[in-house]
């Protein structure tokens, strides 16, 4: 009955199971999704914690707070099963990056800041939760701060990969592309067989337009570990720049053809079919980077940014599409 999407009579079925088995946790696990399915939050809560009072665990309380997350209404709910589980676990990363990226997405960067702060120092390679968190300290006004505490630490400890990798997402998140490029190269003189060092370069030299060498950096990170899904969002974002800018040169080439005459316009149709060829070819090849960075990640807040980055190349494919007449 669930996989029928009756999620009325899946309910009835389990709670007929939970009257002879009541501390069955597999049965109260498929009710709460029932419910989770059906958007009674409420009940989808209240029967995870009943599976807290038969075996409390750090990933039942977390369960219970991304129940909670799905509607606004109990956002204190899911604070409180959040912590729960840190308390249970001060070293909980998924719990403060769940949490902070979440606040992060409504905007709520003071609040955030906190959240993310604990989960940068437990994945401080994350360059996604580092990036999130220089927006934070931006929007909050403590950037500035936040730089100048990162040189300071470069300063005393000059091989101090983190703070190399802090200070250059702070000047991403600030527009100093030069600055995050300069920082990034030097790490990459400091560990030069780390991945994740030229998926900063790559961002970097991506940001100042400098697509040759953001595509060269992104392609060697991908050769040192094919599993990172940050060098092909990256060659996505390359891709799909690379191809408006073809697509521009299309519509202006498109809109010249239609005021010339004779060979003129005949010359101009050809580059305009040329240039509108190439974008189309880009556009494919960001989607498909964009696909297998997909593949390679769970991140729910990437996921939410791949799946808009696919809406809109759709709609760039279907607009450089090969005309048959």
């Keep these: 009955n669930f996989?029928?999407?009756?999620?009325?009579?899946?309910?009835?079925?389990?709670?007929?199971?939970?009257?002879?088995?009541?501390?069955n946790v597999k049965m109260l696990d498929f009710l709460s999704t029932t419910y989770l399915?059906?958007?009674?939050?409420?009940?989808?809560?209240?029967?995870?914690?009943?599976?807290?009072?038969?075996?409390?665990?750090?990933?039942?309380?977390?369960?219970?707070?991304?129940?909670y997350l799905e509607d606004e209404e109990y956002f204190e709910e899911a604070v409180e099963a959040f912590h729960k589980a840190i308390?249970?676990?001060?070293?909980?990363?998924?719990?403060?990056?769940?949490?902070?990226?979440?606040?992060?997405?409504?905007e709520s960067y003071d609040d955030a800041t906190e959240y993310l702060e604990q989960a940068s120092k437990l994945y401080p390679e994350d360059e996604n939760i580092q990036k999130k968190l220089a927006k934070c300290y931006k929007e909050t006004g403590k950037i500035g701060d936040a730089?100048?505490?990162?040189?300071?630490?470069?300063?005393?400890?000059?091989?101090?990969?983190?703070?190399?990798?802090?200070?250059?997402?702070?000047?991403?998140?600030t527009e100093q592309f030069q600055l995050a490029l300069d920082t990034s190269i030097k790490l990459s003189e400091i560990i030069p067989d780390n991945p994740k060092v030229y998926i900063l370069t790559a961002n970097s030299y991506s940001s100042l337009k400098r697509y040759t060498e953001a595509e060269t950096d992104a392609k060697k990170a991908i050769s040192m570990d094919a599993e990172?899904?940050?060098?092909?969002?990256?060659?996505?974002?390359?891709?799909q720049a690379k191809g408006y800018i073809k697509y521009e040169k299309?519509?202006?080439?498109?809109?010249?053809?239609?005021?010339?005459?004779?060979?003129?316009?005949?010359?101009?149709?050809?580059?305009?079919?040329?240039?509108?060829?190439?974008?189309?070819?880009?556009?494919?090849?960001?989607?498909?980077?964009?696909?297998?960075?997909?593949?390679?990640?769970?991140?729910?807040?990437?996921?939410k940014y791949i799946a808009s980055r696919k809406e809109t190349l759709k709609q760039l494919l279907e607009a450089t599409k090969k005309d048959f007449f």
């Design 37 to 67: 399915k059906a958007e009674d939050i409420e009940k989808a809560g209240e029967t995870r914690k009943k599976i807290i009072e038969i075996e409390e665990t750090k990933e039942q309380w977390f369960k219970i707070g991304f129940v």
């Design 228 to 239: 990172l899904y940050q060098p092909y969002r990256i060659l996505s974002e390359i891709y």
């Design 250 to 303: 299309f519509l202006k080439l498109e809109t010249d053809a239609k005021e010339a005459y004779g060979a003129d316009a005949d010359a101009l149709v050809a580059k305009r079919d040329t240039a509108k060829k190439a974008a189309n070819s880009l556009f494919t090849q960001a989607q498909n980077s964009l696909n297998a960075a997909k593949a390679k990640t769970e991140n729910s807040s990437e996921l």
């Design 3 to 23: 996989n029928k999407e009756d999620y009325d009579k899946a309910e009835e079925f389990y709670l007929k199971g939970l009257e002879i088995e009541p501390e």
């Design 87 to 106: 308390e249970l676990d001060a070293n909980y990363g998924e719990a403060y990056v769940t949490l902070g990226v979440h606040l992060y997405d409504q």
């Design 147 to 173: 730089i100048e505490q990162y040189k300071s630490i470069i300063a005393e400890q000059p091989d101090n990969m983190k703070a190399y990798m802090n200070l250059a997402n702070a000047y991403s998140a």
